[in-house]
């Protein structure tokens, strides 16, 4: 296999100054206009009629649906998910009974047009379900959607190792589960204690020899850099021992301090946190350590063996980038059900009401829960496309791009060209004939660059209380 030659930590040859000025907040570009522009004008009529526009034209295409869990066990302290926090198991059975509701809903606005070729359940914990309860709303899913086969389709779910044995693991395959990721974060103690996620190694080791044991065609592993205590020593341990098990997959998700968004960051010593350039040498030892163990560098946050979907997707060019990070099927149209979840269909966006009072209120008026959306204008789609391609495959072809989209790329984009160029002067991408090529340490700097073509940034928010604060870009 080929592979991308990244420079040894500390020696990215990014300069002080251009890390100063490229430190900025900016989104991490799961969807294009950004979440924060979502806005409450839109309604469940206009995603409706989106979906039936499709539909009337023949443009509804295969689904990949989503599920969001949304209760959780335990607080770790990082987390910045939609999640609820509690003990008391009848919650999910009520949460079950009115997302069976939703489901109803999205499967009779889809009609036979139903075929799902990806599943994901995220959260929260998923596996906070019970065994019983996974396996009936599983069945209830199969009753209103058309699941491809097993050789076929991907359906992955999210696991917490703390909260499985080997025979769940067992249950999760033959419930019709074919791909598994398990949170980690980081294997250190002292790490652990820091966010208050105490989940020792074997634990972990366990969960994936029983998926192995289980027939799972993947295996996936999250981590986190830039968590208080880490260091690079840490960092270089944790990854020795994620290659000794060798997942199928790593995603390594750059932690984002926002306490003031997420109130349970507050719990975290900022003084323990690694400073930016640590976090920048320890995304460079991640790259380092895990090229040289034989995957791919997917891009921003993503690793892959060369031979799973993932890495064959980028090089056909069916990489896309969504709500879950990186993933296959680029022609499919997600639907999201579960509180908070995101949908994207044809040229919409739709969100769904984030708290459960809201969500229960909608369903039980007999309405979609949805809270707010947007429909795409001719140019957001334009540079969702652009955005897209650069983040998915770090190049551009321009002349298909221009054909594609009926544009003159250089006229289209005169305004965004002395920003790319200026990107070409600290060697992050290359303005070449026809192409624009993002060089390997542009790869760091992916979201500067995609910032580039963000036409919304800037502007006022369609609802002020909405406004997002983005994390760090280094």
């Known amino acids: 296999m080929s592979k991308t030659a990244f420079p040894a930590p500390g020696a990215l040859d990014l300069s002080a100054d251009l890390i100063e000025r490229m430190s900025q907040q900016g989104p991490r570009y799961t969807s294009y206009p950004t979440a924060d522009r979502f806005h409450g004008q839109f309604t469940a009529l206009d995603y409706q009629a989106a979906v039936q526009g499709l539909r009337a034209a023949g443009g509804v295409r295969p689904l990949s649906l989503y599920v969001h869990i949304p209760f959780c066990q335990s607080l770790c302290y990082y987390c910045g998910c939609n999640k ?3 003990t008391n198991r009848d919650k999910a059975a009520i949460y079950l ?9 999205q499967a009779a606005l889809f009609g036979a047009d139903n075929r799902v070729e990806q599943l994901h359940f995220g959260g929260g914990t998923p596996t906070y379900l019970s065994d019983a309860q996974m396996g009936e709303l599983m069945d209830y899913l199969r009753s209103r959607f058309t699941f491809v086969g097993d050789a076929e389709g991907e359906y992955s779910i999210e696991i917490d190792p703390r909260t499985v044995d080997p025979e769940r693991v067992h249950s999760l395959r033959r419930q019709g589960f074919n791909r598994l990721s398990l949170g980690v974060q980081d294997f250190d103690a002292e790490v652990q204690k820091a966010v208050n996620r105490i989940q020792p190694e074997a634990l972990t080791l366990n969960a994936i020899a029983a998926a192995r044991e ?12 830039g968590l208080p205590k880490q260091s690079m020593e840490t960092m270089r341990q944790t990854l020795a021992k994620v290659v000794s098990a060798s997942p199928d997959r790593i995603s390594i998700y750059n932690y984002a301090h926002m306490p003031a968004l997420f109130k349970s960051q ?5 003084d323990e946190l690694p400073a930016a350039q640590v976090k920048l040498d320890m995304l460079a030892l991640c790259i ?3 090229t040289n163990a034989g995957y791919v560098y997917i891009g921003m946050d993503h690793f892959a063996k060369p031979d799973d979907e993932l890495a064959i997707a980028q090089k056909s060019g069916g990489l896309q980038r969504n709500f879950q990070g990186y993933s296959t099927h680029a022609e499919a149209d997600m639907v999201s059900v579960g509180v908070s979840a995101i949908s994207a269909v044809g040229s919409v966006y739709a969100q769904n009401e984030k708290s459960l009072e809201r969500y229960y ?3 039980d008026r007999g309405e979609l829960p949805l809270a707010r959306g947007i429909a795409l204008s001719a140019d957001d789609s334009i540079r969702r496309a652009v955005i897209q391609r650069l983040m998915c495959d770090f190049t551009l072809d321009v002349p298909a791009f221009e054909r594609a ?3 003159v790329f250089n006229d289209y984009f005169a305004a965004e060209m002395p920003k790319l160029r200026a990107f070409e002067a600290d060697g992050l991408l290359a303005l070449e004939a026809g192409a624009i090529s993002v060089t390997t340490r542009g790869r760091l700097l992916i979201r500067n660059i995609a910032m580039a073509f963000d036409a919304w940034l800037g502007k006022p928010n369609h609802v002020p209380l909405q406004r997002m604060q983005y994390s ?3």
Not at 99 to 104: I, P, Q, S, T, W
């Open 97 to 105: 009974d009115y997302l069976k509701r939703e489901v109803d809903m």
């Open 266 to 270: 507050r719990l975290i010593d900022e």
């Open 405 to 407: 989209h009926g544009i």
């Open 214 to 225: 289980a027939g799972f065609r993947s295996v996936s592993i999250d981590l986190i850099y």
């Open 84 to 86: 609820i926090i509690t």
């Open 288 to 290: 380092e350590q895990l």
């Open 472 to 474: 760090k870009t280094i």
């Open 361 to 363: 209120a909608a369903l």
